[in-house]
């Protein structure tokens, strides 16, 4: 469901429908919400891309759509260990696919393993390992197009999997929330009862 469209049910299953301008007889109409009825509507940038942005439209770098074997696990400094990204199972020669339309800016080796790298624009990259290649840098690609196959040494142990990684402003971001596997975050008013409960009680 899109953004826009899950806010608004969400709003309308709180608030309701919108109430008709005419104010009842002697009564002052109030261009305030009371506060029970509030609702925070909490958006992160690093969970849910914005409207018009870049990674709008993104496709799993896989097909069919993959299991996630490995979880996104960023460390708490930058320089700590932790995952920088997910692993996605597949098998061995697999074709990787563009997730969105952009530019080669890395095809080569990491220490050991084949590496690719996608600049999307708007500061946004994914890196995908193990991957071979036949592209170089400056190669356009568009969504969908197989610009890899699977192949290499990968950190899943017995089993076989992509890593891929989306950095943004090059910080690494979680790459699920560019296929939709990541809802927004909505908090909804709580409840009188349990807001008078809260109160401190008269000394």
């Known amino acids: 469901m ?5 806010l608004h049910s969400r709003l309308l299953r709180v608030l309701g429908p919108p109430r008709s301008p005419t104010a009842r007889p002697g009564r002052k109409r109030s261009g305030t919400v009371p506060a029970g009825m509030l609702v925070l509507v909490l958006v992160l940038g690093a969970a849910l891309p914005s409207p018009g942005s870049a990674a709008q439209g993104w ?10 074997v490995g979880e996104w696990a960023p460390p708490a400094q930058p320089w700590a260990r932790g995952h920088r990204g997910v ?8 074709s990787v696919r563009a997730p969105a ?9 990491v220490v050991d393993r084949p590496v690719l ?12 390992e193990p991957v071979e290649s036949a592209l170089v840098a400056g190669d356009r690609v568009s969504r969908g197009q197989v610009v890899g196959v699977l192949r290499g040494r990968d950190h899943c142990g017995p089993r076989t999997c992509l890593h891929w990684g ?18 927004p975050s909505v908090l909804l008013p709580v409840p009188e009862r349990l807001r008078a409960a809260a109160q401190p009680s008269p000394s």
Do not use: C, I, K, M
């Not at 496709?59 to 996630?68: D, E, F, G, I, T």
């Not at 692993?87 to 697999?94: N, R, T």
């Not at 090059?170 to 939709?180: A, E, I, K, R, T």
């Open 2 to 6: 899109p953004f826009r469209s899950f």
């Open 59 to 68: 496709a799993w770098p896989l097909s069919p759509r993959p299991a996630v």
């Open 87 to 94: 692993d996605l199972g597949a098998a061995p020669g697999a």
């Open 101 to 109: 339309a952009g530019t080669v800016s890395f095809a080569g080796f």
């Open 117 to 128: 790298t996608l600049d999307h624009g708007g500061g946004l990259r994914s890196s995908f």
């Open 166 to 183: 989306v950095r943004r402003d090059g910080d690494y971001v979680n790459p699920l929330q560019f296929v939709g596997e990541l809802e």
